[in-house]
């Protein structure tokens, strides 16, 4: 049972580092292409910031479980979807649709780390749910800022739409 448990809470470490080496990965992407959203992008390029700190903290988790970075595994592939929905969008209303696909990550961050938490209490890992707790705290700043600022870059996007000679996808 112990050591059960304690297998699943490295792989999901696992997984959790590699969704936020996707994360990096499709918010750099973003920041690079938006050019007329500058609140927007000022707020992912924050992100993109806490994501990193956030990969270091899961690598203090996986080396204090005594886990090595050469073996944690791709989840690139399952994640592939996200990356390109936002990475190498190139639709009419980019901005509006990553921004939305921006808040659905950020959820799926939520939920990972949320059973993180509960699978280091489950082993008595304080240290791995103290990193989670505090990880968790910027991803539920960002999905919220995402839905509270989508309404203002849906306007702001209809509003550029609508003049002859405006970029208004990015
Ligand atoms: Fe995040």
Known sequence: MTTTANDNLNDWL???HAMEQQAEKMLTAQAERLE???A???RIVQHIEETRGQQRLLDECLTR???SNSIVKD???KLMAFGQAVGGMTTSDEVVKGAMAGYVFENLEIASYTSL???AQAVGDTATQAACEQIIVQEKAMAAWLLEHLPEVTQAFL???EQPGV????
């Open 40 to 42: 927007l992008r000022a």
């Open 117 to 119: 938490i509960a699978a």
């Open 36 to 38: 007329h959203y500058p």
């Open 75 to 77: 989840l690139g592939g």
């Open 14 to 16: 696992r997984d959790a």
């Open 167 to 170: 970029t208004a996808k990015v």
């Open 65 to 67: 479980r005594g886990i």
């Open 159 to 161: 509003a550029r739409a």
